[in-house]
């Protein structure tokens, strides 16, 4: 695919989420995309964001969990960058104004405190180079439309990210089983899901040497300071004005995000 078209794709996008409004799937309007070139479509979407004012504070990884594989017919995660709009706070309140079509998950974050590249990272690397993790959501919403995605749309609309909320209790990985630690998820006061570190590739530090693998084939180091969502431990939440989740990891603590407005579709 020649660097017009992937301009063309990567602004349609960026502009797809400044006016909260969808597009049609990538493969319906060309079907050769290639996984290659739907990364190369989010870096376009993305250079957009930092050119506005943006900057880039971490790395998401996705489509951990083999349900979404299965949906998607791929058999690895993909990734998607996060950027300094995307960031809230435990308690804050989302604006569903500002989304399109978001769906909630829960999972757990890291925060480095040293440089991290690949090739060669393993699990280990990945707890050692860890400063603390984090109970998160992250708000997945795709600009396309009706959430008709197949893993190069995925890919191109930055792995589907939205925004995210990082809890404010912060836990040791070196103390804290993060692959057995169950999670619960809680929809305005009732159990809506629940899940262990487990199933996201084993072990969420997994999730996290993968990516660090994959990107330090491109060139592309984790920084001291980034933030490193690992993938979904919950099911899809979809959410509404007025709804409140909570998500809590055994043995670190928990996440509340409140919801309020309406969404753009």
Known sequence: MNEDTIQHYGDALYDAWRECRTIAPLL???PDIALA???RIQLRYI??????????VGKKIGVTSKPVQDFLGVFQPDFGQLTSGMVFQEGDTIDLGSLIQPKAEAELAFVLKEDLQGPGVTAMDVIRATDYVLPCFEI???RITDWKIKIQDTVADNASCGVYVLGKTKGDPRKLDITLAGMVLEKNGEIFSTGVGAAVQGSPANAVAWLA???GELGIPFKAGEVILSGSQSALVPVVDGDELVCTVGGLGSCRVKFAGRSAA
């Open 47 to 56: 250079e957009r964001r930092v050119a506005a004012g943006e900057r880039i």
């Open 140 to 142: 997945v919403d795709s």
């Open 37 to 39: 070139d739907a990364y």
């Open 213 to 215: 693998n994959t990107l």
């Open 28 to 30: 319906e309007q060309a």
